[in-house]
């Protein structure tokens, strides 16, 4: 059984900064390319970040690159997300996955196992 517990979600002013852990249970970690997924009101989940088994390979939605950084440390079962100069567009749920075998993927239904999700909010 493989459990995501995300932390360090909250309410951030635009242009602050948040980062967001995911801590995964069970042996397999290392295994899985690992994901970063929002959902606002009214729209569908998108995927922010993702990143391959070893970390070698990432990926970014367009509208957060340079801004957001997506790691992982297979050491201590837990993958990461550095969120730099928020906007308020960025106000979401940020929701964790597992899955997707090695390589990453972008797509909602790669990912077998999700946290319960974390409320970011940017506001002032």
């Known amino acids: 059984q493989v459990q995501l517990v995300e932390s360090g979600g909250g309410l951030v002013q635009p242009g602050g900064s948040l980062r967001l852990s995911c801590a995964v249970s069970?042996?397999?970690?290392?295994?899985?390319?690992m994901g970063w997924f929002r959902q606002a009101p009214g729209k569908e989940r998108e995927c922010v970040a993702a990143i391959n088994w070893s970390g070698s390979s990432t990926y970014h939605l367009d509208t957060v690159k340079g801004r957001f950084t997506i790691s992982r440390d297979n050491a201590v079962n837990t993958q990461y997300l550095q969120m730099n100069s928020l906007k308020p567009e960025d106000t979401a749920v940020y929701y964790c996955?597992?899955?997707?075998?090695?390589?990453?993927?972008?797509?909602?239904?790669?990912?077998?196992?999700w946290g319960q999700g974390t409320q970011v909010t940017v506001s002032s």
């Open positions: 069970g042996r397999t970690f290392s295994r899985y390319a």
């Open positions: 996955a597992a899955g997707a075998g090695g390589g990453y993927s972008t797509g909602t239904g790669s990912y077998a196992y």
